[in-house]
């Protein structure tokens, strides 16, 4: 998809991206209405996921040596953005000073302190291979349902994002 880029770290950027997204979904109310109903199935889907971060991914990430989680991972990219407005959620406020390759804002002590669904899409579906191989050792059983919630999840962002491209080519011509 050829979504505009959201410039790492420029707020400009980031508050031009948001503004055109809420726009698009105020004045296509169809669009609208259909995204937020995909959202809940969504958000469903993230709650059905997180027992199984909690039990089997968060344990070894904490004990990592050198987290993968830099500020440049957390910043949401244009997708991420349609996907928060679906859902109605607010974009976490960010330190646009911040670094891209520090460690990231948001992470504390006791690993991230975003709620997931609030984290850009790369924060839950990318673990480096120890996470997943340590994960399928423990209990395989556990780990195809996780990918299985995971494939669903990814099916169901991208029909809102399709939805919402859909609409935003159609804008674009008009
Ligand atoms: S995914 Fe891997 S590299 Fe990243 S924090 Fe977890 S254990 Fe560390
Ligand atoms: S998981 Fe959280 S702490 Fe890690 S990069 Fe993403 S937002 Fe930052």
Redesign the pocket.
Known sequence: MDFPEVVFGNQCSLQDAISFIEKLMLDDKEMAQRIASLSKGLNETYQDLEPYFAEYTES??KE?D????VNRHGFPDFEDLIVLAAMGHHIPSFDFSAQDISPCQFLGKEGCTLKRCYRSYRCTWY??D??FDRFEARDRAAYKRFESLMTSLCHKRQEIIRLFEKSWRKNLWE
């Open positions: 070894i990430c990592c050198h987290p993968c989680c673990f480096c120890e996470v």
